[in-house]
Nanobody, 128 residues
Framework: QVQLVESGGGLVQAGGSLRLSCAAS????????MGWFRQARGKEREFVAA????????YYSDSEKGRFTISRDNAKNTVYVQMNSLKPEDTAVYYC?????????????????????WGQGTQVTVSS
């Protein structure tokens, strides 16, 4: 069982930056593929980024590529997403998720159903 707790959300102006963190419980964090998703009000949840067990592999949604960077620190049981050049359309609740298996070439990493564990989410609001 893995418990995930996100933090770092808040209100930021367009063009600003935020770094979200997701702290995981348990001793097997380094054997979980991790992902970030977001859900804006009235919209479906969408994939943001995923990272491999070691952190050596990453995968991004096309819309976030170049602006967002996912990383992890297995010693701290934490995954991060650095978000730069934020836009009002990035406003959403951001969730981290975990699955206890490798995803070959990140196959399925963009699907919420791939993940077994979810955090409660952290709100990010970008003002124009």
């Amino acid at each position: 069982q893995v418990q995930l707790v996100e933090s770092g959300g808040g209100l930021v102006q367009a063009g600003g930056s935020l770094r979200l963190s997701c702290a995981a419980s348990g001793r097997t964090f380094n054997k979980h593929t991790m992902g970030w998703f977001r859900q804006a009000r009235g919209k479906e949840r969408e994939f943001v980024a995923a990272i491999s067990w070691s952190g050596g592999g990453t995968y991004y949604s096309d819309s976030e590529k170049g602006r967002f960077t996912i990383s992890r620190d297995n010693a701290k049981n934490t995954v991060y997403v650095q978000m730069n050049s934020l836009k009002p359309e990035d406003t959403a609740v951001y969730y981290c998720a975990a699955v206890a298996r490798r995803l070959f070439k990140f196959d399925g990493s963009y699907l919420g159903g791939t993940y077994d564990y979810w955090g409660q989410g952290t709100q990010v609001t970008v003002s124009s």
